[in-house]
């Protein structure tokens, strides 16, 4: 993972959510091949339980890919929880790389434009 960011939050690792226990957070991971230009955009939703609660229900059921649970915002420990999970991603190609980081995030390329890396 080459970097963890928000568009919507200037300095995300700094950032206090207003209702600690109660928020969402949009991601933006950037992931690329190690000592290599590029990357592909993959985006993510940190939430509490409180919040999806708040929006389902108790009674709501919520499908988890692009959606990040956590219990408290805590920059590092979310970015270290997520580039463990990315560097678990590995294939023969990029393209199975980010077939499989596609799994945790939604990835905003199609496989169209992923140039081919070995």
């Not at 999970?85 to 499989?100: H, I, M, P, Y």
């Amino acid at each position: 993972m080459k970097s963890l960011r928000s568009d919507q939050i200037p300095d995300l690792s700094r950032y206090v959510p207003p209702e600690p226990e109660s928020f969402a957070i949009p991601l933006v991971l950037e992931v690329g091949p190690l000592g290599l230009r590029g990357r592909e955009r993959f985006d993510l939703l940190a939430v509490t339980p409180r919040w999806l609660q708040e929006r389902h229900g108790k009674g709501g059921a919520i499908l988890g890919r692009g959606l990040l649970v956590v219990f408290e915002w805590r920059y590092e420990r979310v970015r270290a929880f997520l580039a463990r999970k990315v560097e678990a991603c590995s294939g023969a190609t990029w393209l199975d790389v980010v077939r499989k980081v596609g799994q945790i995030a939604e990835w905003e390329g199609g496989e169209e434009n992923v140039v081919g890396i070995r």
